[in-house]
């Protein structure tokens, strides 16, 4: 069974500068399955990035997302106040698995 | 505009079972891969099963497999306020169980495009 080990855990940063959270799946994963939430406390999570690259309709153009095999990254390349959640990597095989969640919180 | 209405909060006894349900507007859920995610108290995200898109059929996590039912309600007829709606139905209900159920639909990609706005179902003795 693949894992998904997202790191860090809590991130502190600051408005204005930029997150690298990191996703590293146990065994290579199709980047095809690989997707990332965001989720903000009260709200249901909100799709940011599948296909490992491609943003979601409506989703800002600081959000990146990156790699391939094993491991993957998004990237929030100068954060908003609004940027300050939790995100979740997704992985899809034969079942769905997410990670356990990288905090974004204000420095 | 496609959006995702879940049944109500729930109060369950252990061992009792819940029904919740997701109607889908803006989309047809015939057309969709129909998901149920939970989320416990502070916890992450845990997928309970789903239609697979590539396989055409619905699968359930291991864990949930002896408890677990999901089902749903398509039809041509638009007058039918039952229909385009998502079921996932949990039995044997423990205290473990309390949690932020969430329905969400895969649209095309391999992704949950949109959510529903969560049920939460409590286990309460």
């Known amino acids: 069974e693949i894992l998904l080990t997202q790191s860090p855990d809590t991130l502190s940063l600051s408005p204005g500068e930029r997150a690298t959270l990191s996703c590293r799946a146990s065994?290579?994963?199709?980047?095809?399955?690989l997707a990332w939430y965001q989720q903000k406390p009260g709200q249901a999570p909100r799709l940011l990035i599948y296909?490992?690259?491609s943003r979601a309709a409506g989703i800002p153009d600081r959000f990146s997302g990156s790699g391939s095999g094993t491991d993957f990254t998004l990237t929030i390349s100068r954060l908003e106040p609004e940027d300050f959640a939790v995100y979740y990597c997704?992985?899809?095989?034969?079942?769905?698995?997410f990670g356990q969640g990288t905090k974004l919180e204000i420095k | 505009q496609v959006q995702l209405v879940q049944s109500g909060a729930e109060v369950k006894k252990p061992g009792a079972s819940v029904k919740v349900s997701c109607k889908v507007s803006?989309?047809?859920?015939?057309?969709?891969?129909v998901h149920w995610v939970r989320q416990a108290p502070g916890k992450g995200l845990e997928w309970m099963g789903g239609?697979?898109?590539?396989?055409?059929?619905?699968?359930?996590?291991?864990?949930?497999?002896d408890r677990i039912m999901m089902t749903e309600v398509t039809s041509t007829d638009t007058e039918d306020a039952s229909t385009n709606t998502a079921y996932m139905q949990l039995s044997s209900l423990r205290f473990d169980d309390t949690a932020i159920y969430y329905c969400?639909?895969?649209?095309?990609?391999?992704?949950?495009?949109?959510w529903g706005q969560g049920t939460l179902v409590t286990v309460s003795s």
């Open positions: 997704q992985q899809y095989g034969n079942s769905l698995l």
């Open positions: 296909g490992a690259s």
């Open positions: 239609f697979d898109p590539e396989d055409d059929e619905i699968v359930y996590a291991q864990k949930f497999q």
């Open positions: 969400a639909i895969m649209t095309g990609e391999i992704s949950l495009d949109y």
């Open positions: 803006g989309y047809n859920i015939i057309d969709a891969s």
């Open positions: 065994q290579s994963v199709s980047s095809r399955y």
